[in-house]
């Protein structure tokens, strides 16, 4: 008969957590609004900074494609023809430290503000086209950095067909000091909410431990272990987290899906195709196990300093 | 199975709950503990499920020496000791079933063999027809015996019992009486603590009787010190 019960210790084992795991999961559902209660506080709590890198990832998707493709507007003189633009542009392109040269030729440009500025009739009445052409060169790689991109600028603001020269980095690199002090800011708001979650599941299980004194009291006089005791309380704790870490989810899920149409929208009339981003399948399992961690966390702070106190007697 | 040895239990505060006790209970004894009440029954009762420790003297129970076993250990002694209480301390938030399944889930027993052994001793006490009862739904008497059945369903060797019949009637606290003699003649020891003199006399079975907190009386029925 021992025998028989080593050699199903295993499966003992894992078929005890197993029903422990599902008895306190169905605890949670007995008492259902006040579990969503809890779960929602603790899901709210991890959105914001959940919420908050989000937008930041793809605040950096924005700063960080400019920046690769820090792009150099070259604006040629009035008096360059479009054929002398594209030749130029041919040029250009066999440079070493050029990786592209994109033409907007005046005919090009002209339709393009025709379009987009409203001025169309006034247009109309000009005798000539007023726009330049322009080519929108794209360093090499190795020559994006600040100082090597000047280099090209300078380069370029000599050749005679150049009238003006721009290379638009600066608001780029203010953009990312922001986003790393942003991105500080949430890591500081991260860790205090995550102490916010860790008390408010530590102060339930507090609760929950006074609710079941005379339970915890009766399996202690039947000979239960503290382990044994501990479980369920662990076990409630780990579903907290991940109940409140799967609210914190689709919140910011339903967020992003709500802001994706105004904000392609805005996209769209800054010319880009940009689409906001949400979470991906890592940061989700990353929230959702970090989010089971804290609530397990969180109640074994709570049964390690409660538990010893409830005695029989 | 029970031996103390110049025992003395003080509470804080300077209370003597029971002073230089020593007896000697043999395996498959049965035995009554008798005494007015706060004389120290339920003292001595709890240093020998480990509720208390003693602050003087030995206690040995089940060839354990409880005065040296770690907090750790306690657990494990208790499964190895029937307890059985006055008021019944039954869960009432579950089944019987589960009630008396407890101590066997606690000590990890597999599915199969739990089922089987809960049904067996509801079976003992006559309660195999309430099994998926809540136990609010029955009698007081009922009770006692899924407290019982919890107690013995482990098979411990030893069964203390605290006023198991102190809120029943004569011929229910018989019953409760029958039932612990016939686990006593399967090899079960038996401390029963109650001050139910007239129940114990027809018993026929040695008495320990406290006052005070020390020990003033150790006989059979028939021949009182």
Redesign the interface.
Same mark, same amino acid.
């Given at each position: 008969m021992s025998a028989h019960r080593l050699l199903n210790a295993p499966q003992i084992w894992l078929q005890r957590h197993a029903q422990v795991a599902l008895a306190s999961l169905g605890r949670l559902f007995n008492n259902s609004l006040g579990s969503f209660m809890t779960c929602a506080v603790i899901g709210i709590a991890l959105a914001l900074p959940i919420g908050l890198h989000v937008i930041l990832n793809n605040l950096q998707s924005i700063s960080g494609g400019w920046d690769s493709g820090a792009s150099i507007s070259l604006f040629l003189q009035q008096t360059v023809s479009d054929d002398q633009a594209a030749s130029l542009a041919e040029k250009l392109r066999l440079h070493q430290r050029i990786e592209k040269v994109e033409l907007v030729t005046k005919q090009a440009a002209l339709a393009e503000f025709r379009r987009l500025s409203g001025f169309g009739e006034a247009l109309e009445a000009l005798d000539n086209n007023p726009l330049p052409a322009l080519l929108v060169i794209q360093p090499k790689t190795d020559y994006t950095s600040a100082e090597t991109a000047q280099l090209l600028v300078r380069e370029l603001g000599l050749l005679p067909e150049a009238d003006i020269v721009q290379l638009d980095l600066q608001w780029v690199r203010r953009l990312q000091a922001i986003t790393v002090i942003a991105q500080r800011a949430v890591l500081v708001l991260a860790t205090l909410l995550g102490l916010a979650v860790l008390l408010i599941i530590g102060n339930t299980i507090r609760l929950e431990i006074q609710n079941r004194r005379a339970e915890i009291e009766i399996t202690k006089l039947i000979g239960a272990t503290n382990a044994f005791i501990r479980r369920p309380f662990l076990y409630t704790g780990f579903w907290y987290g991940l109940f409140g870490g799967i609210i914190a989810w689709l919140m910011v899920a339903i967020s992003v899906t709500l802001l994706r149409g105004p904000v392609a929208n805005l996209a769209s009339l800054y010319e880009s195709a940009f689409d906001l981003s949400s979470l991906g399948w890592l940061n989700v399992i990353s929230l959702l196990a970090a989010s089971a961690v804290l609530g397990l966390v969180g109640s074994w702070l709570a049964v390690g300093k409660h538990l010893s106190a409830v005695e029989p007697s | 199975m029970i031996h103390f040895d110049n025992v003395s239990k003080r509470y804080p505060g300077g209370h003597t709950g029971l002073s230089n006790v020593s007896f000697r209970i043999e395996p498959e004894e049965m035995v009554f503990l008798t005494g007015h009440s706060g004389a120290g029954k339920s003292t001595l009762l709890?240093l020998i499920?480990l509720?208390e420790r003693s602050s003087g003297g030995q206690v040995h129970v089940n060839g354990r020496n409880l005065t040296r076993l770690k907090n %750790?250990k306690i &657990?494990? #002694? %208790? %499964?190895d000791v029937g307890?059985i209480f006055q008021d019944h301390? /039954?869960?009432h938030?579950r089944t019987v079933f589960d009630n008396v399944a407890? &101590?066997l889930?606690?000590?990890? /027993?597999? #599915?199969k063999e739990i089922g089987r052994r809960v049904r067996a001793a509801l079976d003992k006490v006559g309660l195999l027809y309430k099994e998926k009862e809540p136990p609010a739904t029955l009698s007081g008497g009922e009770q006692q015996r899924v407290g019982i059945a %919890?107690a013995v369903v482990s098979k411990p060797p030893l069964l203390l019992a605290d006023e198991p019949t102190g809120n029943l009637d004569p011929d229910l606290s018989r019953e409760i009486m029958d039932l612990f003699s016939q686990f006593n003649q399967v090899g079960v020891t038996l401390l029963i603590a109650t001050h139910d003199i007239e129940l114990i006399n027809r018993m026929n079975k040695r008495i320990l009787t406290l006052s005070k907190g020390t020990l003033t009386g150790d006989s059979q029925a028939e021949d009182p010190v």
């Amino acid at each position: 008969m021992s025998a028989h019960r080593l050699l199903n210790a295993p499966q003992i084992w894992l078929q005890r957590h197993a029903q422990v795991a599902l008895a306190s999961l169905g605890r949670l559902f007995n008492n259902s609004l006040g579990s969503f209660m809890t779960c929602a506080v603790i899901g709210i709590a991890l959105a914001l900074p959940i919420g908050l890198h989000v937008i930041l990832n793809n605040l950096q998707s924005i700063s960080g494609g400019w920046d690769s493709g820090a792009s150099i507007s070259l604006f040629l003189q009035q008096t360059v023809s479009d054929d002398q633009a594209a030749s130029l542009a041919e040029k250009l392109r066999l440079h070493q430290r050029i990786e592209k040269v994109e033409l907007v030729t005046k005919q090009a440009a002209l339709a393009e503000f025709r379009r987009l500025s409203g001025f169309g009739e006034a247009l109309e009445a000009l005798d000539n086209n007023p726009l330049p052409a322009l080519l929108v060169i794209q360093p090499k790689t190795d020559y994006t950095s600040a100082e090597t991109a000047q280099l090209l600028v300078r380069e370029l603001g000599l050749l005679p067909e150049a009238d003006i020269v721009q290379l638009d980095l600066q608001w780029v690199r203010r953009l990312q000091a922001i986003t790393v002090i942003a991105q500080r800011a949430v890591l500081v708001l991260a860790t205090l909410l995550g102490l916010a979650v860790l008390l408010i599941i530590g102060n339930t299980i507090r609760l929950e431990i006074q609710n079941r004194r005379a339970e915890i009291e009766i399996t202690k006089l039947i000979g239960a272990t503290n382990a044994f005791i501990r479980r369920p309380f662990l076990y409630t704790g780990f579903w907290y987290g991940l109940f409140g870490g799967i609210i914190a989810w689709l919140m910011v899920a339903i967020s992003v899906t709500l802001l994706r149409g105004p904000v392609a929208n805005l996209a769209s009339l800054y010319e880009s195709a940009f689409d906001l981003s949400s979470l991906g399948w890592l940061n989700v399992i990353s929230l959702l196990a970090a989010s089971a961690v804290l609530g397990l966390v969180g109640s074994w702070l709570a049964v390690g300093k409660h538990l010893s106190a409830v005695e029989p007697s | 199975m029970i031996h103390f040895d110049n025992v003395s239990k003080r509470y804080p505060g300077g209370h003597t709950g029971l002073s230089n006790v020593s007896f000697r209970i043999e395996p498959e004894e049965m035995v009554f503990l008798t005494g007015h009440s706060g004389a120290g029954k339920s003292t001595l009762l709890k240093l020998i499920g480990l509720l208390e420790r003693s602050s003087g003297g030995q206690v040995h129970v089940n060839g354990r020496n409880l005065t040296r076993l770690k907090n %750790r250990k306690i &657990p494990y #002694h %208790r %499964r190895d000791v029937g307890m059985i209480f006055q008021d019944h301390r /039954l869960l009432h938030d579950r089944t019987v079933f589960d009630n008396v399944a407890l &101590p066997l889930v606690v000590s990890g /027993l597999g #599915h199969k063999e739990i089922g089987r052994r809960v049904r067996a001793a509801l079976d003992k006490v006559g309660l195999l027809y309430k099994e998926k009862e809540p136990p609010a739904t029955l009698s007081g008497g009922e009770q006692q015996r899924v407290g019982i059945a %919890r107690a013995v369903v482990s098979k411990p060797p030893l069964l203390l019992a605290d006023e198991p019949t102190g809120n029943l009637d004569p011929d229910l606290s018989r019953e409760i009486m029958d039932l612990f003699s016939q686990f006593n003649q399967v090899g079960v020891t038996l401390l029963i603590a109650t001050h139910d003199i007239e129940l114990i006399n027809r018993m026929n079975k040695r008495i320990l009787t406290l006052s005070k907190g020390t020990l003033t009386g150790d006989s059979q029925a028939e021949d009182p010190v």
